[in-house]
């Protein structure tokens, strides 16, 4: 890794990328349309996650509920074991309540935080991954920094840091939205990440058929060199690559100008290159999951 000698070598800067993915909700509209035809913008910074909710026309007046998987392991299921009922929610992460229903969730998903948001408050729970779960069980870890505080807010704003999930920023996690009144545990048709038919779920149990995902980068296997890599300017950028790199350029002669090692954590890569002008070289990029090769003039 040489990412300190580079910075002092070479003099680099380094500045976020940020990434921004809106989901929108399922289009139902049990509740007055809240979140189903609303939508999740999520922001990153590479430190803090910001959630921004739109509501659809109608006022937000129950409780969001945003199951997350953020780990191997979890719930495959909000069921009978799980009654938290300490406080609305708790009781809403729960289904709990005197129309409590069980939330299966689809393959592959299994949640083990959950983040609950009223008009009174926004917060971020763990959920055990096994055992009866009853008053004051689900364990609380912060809060989420509510911007809601009234029910005809048309957008609020949710943030939460990577670490408070056990995350970095080069992690991607996978959600489920749900809507419900978090008194009884009556649940909406409206949703973010799944389809639910035939109207209000109201006390009837939920089989939920997808989820979203989110992730601050591209995976290995999804880098694109084409989009991410250019040179502009007499600096090289490199976007959206989390690895070592071997970088050198040569003249038309086919004599090394220049050879640089250098490390990146995902942030845009600016390296200055000191080339001369009004000349042609080729540069080879190699990193651990591709090979680049281009011509280039410094203008």
């Known amino acids: 890794m040489m990412k300190n000698y580079l910075l002092i070598l070479f003099s680099l800067t380094a500045f976020l990328s940020f990434s921004q993915t809106t989901y929108n909700g399922n289009g139902n509209t049990g509740f007055g349309g809240v979140i189903g035809p609303g939508s999740i913008t999520i922001n990153d910074d590479g430190t803090t996650i910001t959630l921004e909710v739109t509501r659809g026309s109608g006022e937000f007046n129950d409780a969001l509920v945003i199951y997350l998987d953020t780990s191997t392991g979890g719930r495959t299921s909000i069921d009978a074991d799980v009654n938290d009922q300490g406080d609305d929610l708790r009781r809403a992460i729960s289904s709990a309540g005197d129309n409590a229903s069980v939330l299966s969730f689809p393959a592959g998903f299994e949640p083990d935080y959950a983040m609950a948001i009223d008009t009174n408050f926004g917060g971020l729970w763990s959920i055990p991954e096994t055992g009866m779960i009853g008053d004051n069980g689900l ?7 509510s911007t809601l505080t009234a ?12 670490t408070e999930l056990g995350l970095t920023s080069i992690d991607s996690f996978k959600f489920i939205g749900i809507y419900l009144n978090a008194g009884n545990g009556y ?16 006390g009837n149990d939920l089989t939920f058929t997808s989820n979203f995902e989110y992730s601050n980068t591209l995976s290995v296997s ?12 007499n600096i090289l950028f490199i976007n959206n690559y989390i690895g070592d790199l071997n970088i050198s350029v040569v003249d038309i002669t086919g004599k090394k ?28 990029i190699e990193g651990s999951n591709f090979n680049k090769t281009m011509k280039i003039v410094i203008r």
Request: aromatic share 10%; glycine share 6%.
């Open 187 to 202: 649940t909406s048709d409206e949703a973010f990440g799944s389809s639910i038919a035939g109207g209000n779920v109201a």
């Open 151 to 162: 029910a005809s807010d048309m957008t609020f704003t949710l943030d939460v840091d990577w």
């Open 139 to 145: 364990v609380y870890q912060t809060s989420l920094n």
């Open 257 to 284: 100008i220049k050879t640089l090692t250098a490390y990146s954590d995902s942030n845009t890569l600016k390296m200055p290159l000191g080339l001369p002008k009004n000349q042609l070289y080729v540069m080879h």
């Open 222 to 233: 999804q880098f694109d060199t084409k989009n991410n890599i250019k040179v502009a300017n």
